[in-house]
């Protein structure tokens, strides 16, 4: 059945409330199951041994002393993963990267793995591998790694999008190049002209739950993989390519997660387990250490930007020119290319460039990071209006409302915008109490905007109404923020019944069709829009089931309220069926009810951040403490609003621990030198206010609730906002991230130093 | 089958560079065979991910999407997020 996924306005019963979650007593009583938390008969514990060296030529693997240790069972190396990728490029390269193929191209790429009856044998097993290797040089920072002498990591790629094309191999893997109009004209139309560049360090997701997952591969080609993911459909697609294995016959089950952030969005280890459990013939446990999460699992970009912003005095921006350079790890990615979709979003610039420079470093494969790459283009971006407006003499927020983009705006990547709410949280930043606050001695105020987008895809959803009228509902998309508690309100709003009648489950790849990754903010968006449709499609049935009962036309039956209603002068005498008493005769009526729907959902909207922050710099240390800070944010609709404030706080942390302490530190030797929480500090309860939120609600016409994503927007504004808030205390500008101490305090030196 | 104008994401470079061309499709599956008829190097756009948008409303996959006259067509690369 075609449904319409258009918004219409309606007063709401249970959408918008904050019921309780459905989730919320396993995780606080240690019941809820996470990636490591299962076993199975005859398990086996599967450990990886990775390349000590960030490029080296791997010329011998010698696993037979290992072999030889009781309790062994299995030693895979790239040898037992053959490639079955076909010529695709970007197959071929997750591939590589679970199990290196002759080279290691990071520190912390796996080189081979074990399985064996316990912990100990297995480590100690992991000793026994000799790996002959030859050094390579390396290289593992992004402007290094562009230069015409730097060690070429990959001798067949050669730049696309450079004319004419390159006649010798890179590490440069693609030039981008967006924008319109003409930014020479622009910038001669301009007053004041600022030209900046900025650097950002790379982070980590730095979700608490380390990747794990149980893997049972059988003789008869069927296999099953218990797995922390955001996506349990894609890693089915993704093993079974590389396994050889039947999709239909790999049934992927999704953990609890603890933490994603894109991080669990790609296969890491997952296809190693599964190769190591065909070779036993036994389940094989992976669970990766948290040195081997930080050496050898998805971080983000680390950048180099350069932007040049002309403005008049009146605050209109005649140009703007970002030049951007991403790091993706060992293995091309198009990061870079989202930097220049995202860069200038938040405005309308009449003559705009943005080029964007990806490229290949020894450093573990880059995976996405909430509003990936977004967050670098912005700090750069945001820190130079601040500058702009500070020239002009104008208020920032002013200088952003100047120029802000509204419906109608093109957007740098090409469309036209439709209703969007940039504007709309930026006058909202304005009017706050926030912005009228007295700041004390060393603190400072900094305002900062954020984009990115939303999508939607293919989406699955089975309702099932029980014979006492309480509902399962089964849907595709992992929960990673709180989406079973919502699409749960989302059937019970429908059907027009108690939140507390409907369970939510996030189904099995067996049990459902094909549903896409939940990245993107699409969960809700997405698995929203499929839950109204089959809520939709199980009223049908409901409502035939009802006509039966009466002996009506279905034509005089209307669903109102969780109820049906005969209608018309023949039957409006009859006392309504509520949805138990149908359920209850469904047996006798035609058999169970049930509704489904699956869609690719389309239509997803564009979601706006702006925020502000105050922070407080220590002249003596150098140390910011974020002492105030506040979060709005474009929801199109708050299902819940609790999760919504808790997705605005969430990535706001994240973010500001981005901008003030954490970064990846690689040594003159390539090598990972801060592979753990006590070295990599991402904040902390002590480190953070109270993080106040406000949720604007501007509907998606693409919607029927007008749901837009709010999971990853808010990532965006911080590094911009805490720069600008540090500019503000300090006077200084700071242009590299994070603004940790060390460099906070160097720039204050400068700045005494005259 | 309707006529339209499609732009082009400057980050494209099909036939001449990124100025739009006027194809004749009805629907995202007829657009893409009219523009690889024309531009047979699109397939490398095509296999690395393009999304289109039509009246500023982005498709990813669904290439059964009706393309309404008179709309404002552009092609896009592929977004995906963390």
Partial sequence: MTHDNSYVEKDYKVVGSRVKRPDGVDKVTGKARYGADVSAPGGLVGRVLRSPHPHAQILKINTAKAEKLPGVKAIITSADLPDLTDGDQGMAHILENCMARGRALYDGHAVAAVAAVDEQTAAKALKLIDVKYKKLPHVTDVDEAMQPDAPVLHENMFTRGVEPAPTKPSNISARTQMGYGDVDAGFAEADVIVERSYKTEQTHQGYIEPHACLASVNPDGTAELWVTTQGHFTFRNVCSKLLGLEIAKLKVTSSEIGGGFGGKTHVWAEPVALALSRKANRPVKLVMSRDEVFRASGPTSSTSIDIKMGARKDGTITAAVAEMRYQGGAFPGTWAMLGCMTAFACYSIKNNRSIGWDVVVNRPKVAAYRAPSAPMAAFAVESTIDVIAKEIGMSAIDVRLKNVAREGTQAPYGPTYGPIGIENTLEAVKSHPHMRAKLKKNQGRGVACGFWFNIGGQTCVDLNIGIDGTVNLNVGTVDVGGARSSMAMIAAEELGIAYDDVKANIGDTASLGHNDTTEGSRGTFSSGMATIFAARDAIGVLKQRAATMWGIPLDDVEWQGGEAIATGDMHSNLPALTLKEIAAKSGRTGGPIAGHNEVVADGAGMGFASHICDVEVDPETGRSQIVRYTVVQDAGKAIHPDYVEGQFQGAAAQGIGWALNEEYIYGDDGRLQNAGFLDYRIPVCSDMPFIDTKILEVPNPNHPYGIRGVGETSIVPPLGAVGNAIADATGVRMTHAPMSPPRVLSALDARDAG | ?82
């Avoid at chain 2, 400057?10 to 739009?20: H, L, N, Q």
């Avoid at chain 2, 006027?22 to 599956?29: F, G, M």
């Fill in chain 2, 1 to 82: 089958m309707l006529g339209m104008q499609v732009s082009f994401s400057s980050m494209f470079r099909v036939g001449d560079g990124p100025e739009p061309i006027n194809v004749q499709a009805a629907s995202i599956e007829e657009l893409m065979q009219a523009l690889l008829l024309r531009y047979p190097d699109l397939q490398t756009h095509i296999d690395q991910g393009v999304a289109v948008s039509i009246n500023g409303q982005i498709f990813r996959d669904d290439w059964t999407v009706a393309i309404p006259a008179d709309a404002e067509v552009y092609l896009i690369p592929r977004i995906e997020g963390g």
